[in-house]
């Protein structure tokens, strides 16, 4: 049985209000309630940004969970991805089917015609892509034009888990081949992905398939596999780094967030040594988060959630605050700034209780399943 380690847990949960906290912020800019140059102030600086972190962070955790969790010899791709794929697919379904409901039985009780929420256009390339995640994502990838031609008219593209779902799957897809190639000899292997981060950084603009995305490279898969493998690779060496190794971490930590001079990095590298610095911190912290053991627990419990939590907080966030900016509009009034802390833990609750919802549906086969069981047990005992 793998060990469970307490610094993945806190990295998770702070990554993930990490996110969250952003999309807060910046929701307020994209509603016209605040100005974006009065924002950025609250989540970057010259050399950090807490959503690229809080994402990458993500990312390399998934990679390292995935490899703590399969150091088993009988390993199989079939077994991995039934299990994996389901994990985070099941939940990304389940939240769309409610807030799809949610949104038809909205616009029929304004009185309005559902016909505006269905699609006038569909390829079937548009059912494959919602089925794995990917639905987001290919807009994100491809851009509006592209995006209608090849898939259809986007009606109904929720932002439910956003470009980052879609990112995930596909590099669950290529794990088991990845981990092959890890063991088999995890140095070669992290060089040859070191060196293909930096040809496709330094070529990234050359690329024909990439110089005319509307995404940034950041937020490109084919950039971000870097994150994941470099987490996977972590998992394997981690343990056997010595502990003065928090001191240099923990640097260049502080280096990011204090420095006042802009450091002669480009974002991706800048994101991926800042990440890589910010995970061998809290990893050289184990021994302190061991030792606080109530605390653990609840953070251990809220990280079983985060996942759905993060399916519904972006949902969320856009209605609130389209729906406050639109009253105080009626009203005639600038969106006040001593409602926004109102306005986000309003976001934050609403959250939590579609998350606890969710996770109840989700926890109800395995319930009834151990139900009827329990009732065979007892008829077979009075029998």
């Known amino acids: 049985m793998k060990k469970k380690y307490c610094y993945?847990?806190?990295?998770?949960?702070?990554?993930?209000?990490?996110?969250?906290?952003y999309h807060m912020i910046v929701s307020l800019y994209l509603e016209g309630a605040r100005e974006y140059s009065s924002l950025v102030k609250f989540f970057e600086n010259k050399n950090a940004h807490i959503a690229t972190t809080g994402v990458g962070i993500f990312f390399m955790l998934s990679g390292a969970g995935l490899m703590y969790s399969s150091q088993k010899k009988?390993?199989?791709?079939?077994?991995?991805?039934?299990?994996?794929?389901?994990?985070?697919?099941?939940?990304?379904?389940?939240?769309?089917?409610?807030?799809?409901?949610?949104?038809f039985a909205a616009q029929i009780l304004r009185g309005g015609s559902v016909s505006s929420l269905i699609p006038n256009r569909i390829t079937p390339l548009r059912p494959i892509l919602i089925l794995l995640g990917l639905d987001t994502y290919s807009l994100s990838f491809l851009g509006g034009e592209t995006y209608y031609r090849f898939v259809g008219d986007p009606v109904l593209v929720t932002g439910i888990g956003e470009w980052f779902l879609g990112c995930l799957v596909v590099m669950y897809l290529l794990f088991p081949l990845i981990r092959k190639a890890l063991l088999k000899?995890?140095?070669?292997?992290?060089?040859?992905?070191?060196?293909?981060?930096?040809?496709?950084?330094?070529?990234?603009?050359?690329?024909?398939?990439?110089?005319?995305?509307?995404?940034?490279?950041?937020?490109?898969?084919?950039?971000?596999?870097?994150?994941?493998?470099?987490?996977?690779?972590?998992?394997?060496?981690?343990?056997?780094?010595?502990?003065?190794?928090?001191?240099?971490?923990l640097a260049v930590v502080l280096a990011f967030l204090i420095s006042p001079v802009k450091f002669p990095l480009d974002q991706s590298v800048a994101i991926v040594l800042s990440n890589l610095a910010?995970?061998?911190?809290?990893?050289?912290?184990?021994?302190?988060?061991?030792?606080?053991?109530?605390?653990?627990?609840?953070?251990?419990?809220?990280?079983?959630?985060?996942?759905?939590?993060?399916l519904w907080h972006h949902i969320v966030i856009t209605h609130f605050t389209h729906?406050?900016?639109?009253?105080?509009?009626?009203?005639?009034?600038?969106?006040?700034?001593?409602?926004?802390?109102?306005?986000?833990?309003?976001?934050?609750?609403?959250?939590?209780?579609?998350?606890?919802?969710?996770?109840?549906?989700?926890?109800?086969?395995?319930?009834?399943?151990?139900?009827?069981?329990?009732?065979?047990?007892?008829?077979?005992?009075?029998s």
């Not at 030792?291 to 993060?310: D, G, N, R, S, V």
């Open 8 to 21: 993945m847990d806190v990295l998770r949960l702070v990554s993930m209000l990490a996110i969250v906290y």
């Open 74 to 103: 009988d390993f199989k791709a079939r077994d991995f991805y039934k299990r994996r794929l389901m994990k985070i697919l099941i939940p990304f379904y389940l939240v769309t089917v409610l807030y799809v409901v949610y949104l």
């Open 278 to 310: 910010l995970y061998l911190l809290f990893h050289n912290l184990e021994f302190a988060f061991e030792k606080a053991k109530k605390p653990m627990k609840w953070i251990a419990f809220l990280c079983k959630y985060t996942y759905i939590f993060f």
């Open 185 to 249: 000899n995890k140095w070669l292997t992290m060089v040859i992905a070191t060196v293909y981060f930096a040809l496709i950084l330094v070529f990234y603009s050359k690329i024909p398939i990439f110089c005319n995305l509307p995404e940034a490279p950041f937020m490109n898969f084919f950039v971000k596999i870097y994150d994941f493998v470099l987490g996977m690779f972590l998992a394997l060496v981690v343990g056997k780094l010595p502990k003065w190794t928090l001191w240099p971490s």
């Open 323 to 382: 729906k406050w900016v639109v009253a105080c509009q009626a009203k005639g009034l600038r969106p006040p700034k001593t409602d926004i802390p109102l306005v986000f833990i309003k976001e934050f609750v609403v959250t939590a209780v579609l998350t606890a919802f969710t996770a109840i549906l989700l926890a109800a086969p395995k319930w009834i399943r151990k139900k009827r069981s329990e009732e065979r047990e007892d008829e077979k005992k009075q």
